[in-house]
């Protein structure tokens, strides 16, 4: 295991300084650069924030001036697994589009680099960080290299397909779904009216379209999903972590514990005991009538990208039995599924015309989840036959490289809708009253 240095950096009134320290606490080494003061009349000085920064810079990269001169180059982790199984230093328009500012075909922006101070980046053409860029599913080098292939068990040459990201490749896995027949509100129009929910820990909302921007998600993306197509990744922080959150945070999980056991996992026995609180599968959703969340334990970041929002749960009283642990479950879903028609009505605002959803990813195995959010949306949800979309849009590289391929309670939700919204505005309201001087 490579060894493992933390970092600390000291602004002085003189001076910055840095260390380096082990996992230990020991110094492993120091570095120091002086800051200017000004004192533009008697007993007042100035000192330039602009200054304090770039000596910041320079004292961290002095102090790994060894490291950071050996590295040859800088991979996100899909390339740098491409590049392990190729050799190609061709990097995917998805990684570097989507989190390293790449914008095509104009390719990198040297004032942004300059500007954080790592201006060495540009040399030889942006080397370092990829001079050289493809669509995602487009063939790498030769295929496997001969070390590769050995690792893999597979043969040499065999073809590499340049990589998405995760959520990504479960987007590609659905959105180009075969869906003739089902009479669905899509058939017929282009990809553009269909949108990919890919839920799992986190939840990404990813649509291909002409490039639009739309306040609060992130995009438009060329070419960072589907080659020619923009792409919009709207987001929700912490999904499945919230609903996992909720529950086992609960007075009552324990009982919940232990009438489980081996009989199934514990959110198929909380659809099924709601389904038997409700007393038909159809009235669940009315359960969650008086109990409500703002599921924004994390922040926001779709369509607000407030990282300063909190959540919020109201109604609550004071039992603490397993009808109320699994009705703050169907509340926490239902903020969920709020949240992406928040997301969704940001999209609408922008010009997205969205008619279906596509859904994969560990919370898409859960039928409740994916009720709740057909009957928020009022759209279809298609579930993916294949329920492991995320390898089987990784495996649509593959074949791309080898060249084989070249409304239930509306009006109930309307009126939680709204209740949501509200949740923000108070939250918002109380923000704003504890921020007065």
């Known amino acids: 295991m490579a060894e493992v240095f933390y970092v600390g950096v000291d602004v ?15 110094l492993k080494s120091t570095a120091q650069e002086p800051i200017g003061i000004w004192e533009p009349e008697s007993d007042h000085y100035v000192q330039s924030s602009t200054e304090i920064w770039e000596k910041c810079c320079t004292v961290v990269k002095n102090l790994k001036e060894n490291c950071w001169n050996k590295a040859s180059h800088f991979f996100d982790l899909p390339d740098f697994l491409s590049w392990k199984a190729s050799g190609s230093l061709t990097r995917s328009l998805c990684t570097l589009v989507c989190k390293w500012t790449y914008c095509p075909p104009e390719g990198w922006d040297a004032s942004f680099w300059t500007s954080i101070g790592l201006d060495d980046l540009l040399e030889n053409n942006f080397s370092r960080i990829g001079s050289v860029t493809c669509p995602p599913g487009s ?53 553009t009216a269909r949108m990919a929910l890919i839920c799992g820990t986190s939840t990404c909302h990813m649509i291909s379209e002409q490039p639009r921007f739309v306040p609060g998600v992130w995009g438009p993306y060329l070419s960072a999903m589907v080659p020619g197509l923009w792409l919009n990744e709207g987001g929700q922080s912490v ?10 945070g609960h007075t009552a999980y324990t009982q ?62 004071l039992s603490q039995t397993l009808d109320d642990l699994a009705l703050l479950y169907l509340a926490t879903m239902q903020a969920l599924a709020l949240g992406t028609l928040h997301i ?26 994916v009720q709740i959010h057909a009957n928020t949306t009022g759209l279809p949800v298609v579930l993916p036959d294949q329920t492991e979309a995320v390898l089987v849009g990784a495996a649509v590289l593959g074949a791309c490289a080898s060249r084989h391929y070249s409304s239930i309670q509306v009006d109930f939700y309307e009126r939680k809708y709204k209740v949501f919204l509200r949740l923000l505005a108070h939250q918002r309201e109380c923000q704003a009253l504890m921020s007065q001087r």
């Open 12 to 26: 002085g009134t003189a001076s910055v300084r840095a260390a380096l320290v082990t996992r230990e606490g020991l």
């Open 139 to 191: 063939p790498l080098g030769e295929g496997l290299t001969q070390e590769a292939a050995a690792d893999l068990g597979l043969d040499p040459g065999t073809a590499v397909g340049a990589s998405l990201i995760d959520a990504h490749a479960g987007g590609l896995g659905v959105i180009g779904a075969d869906v003739k027949g089902f009479h669905l509100p899509c058939e017929g129009l282009p990809i």
């Open 239 to 248: 999904t499945g972590r919230l609903i996992d959150h909720m529950v086992k």
């Open 256 to 317: 919940l514990q232990e009438q489980v056991q081996q009989r199934s996992n514990i959110y198929s026995y909380l659809n099924n005991h709601l389904g038997s609180m409700a007393n038909s599968c159809s009235a669940v959703d009315l359960l969650g009538s008086s109990l409500h969340v703002w599921p924004d334990f994390h922040g926001n970041r779709s369509p607000l990208a407030d990282p300063t929002l909190k959540g919020m749960v109201v109604g609550l009283s």
């Open 344 to 369: 969704l009505e940001a999209m609408k605002e922008a010009g997205h015309e969205i008619r279906t959803l596509f859904l994969c990813g560990g919370l898409s195995k859960n039928n409740l989840f």
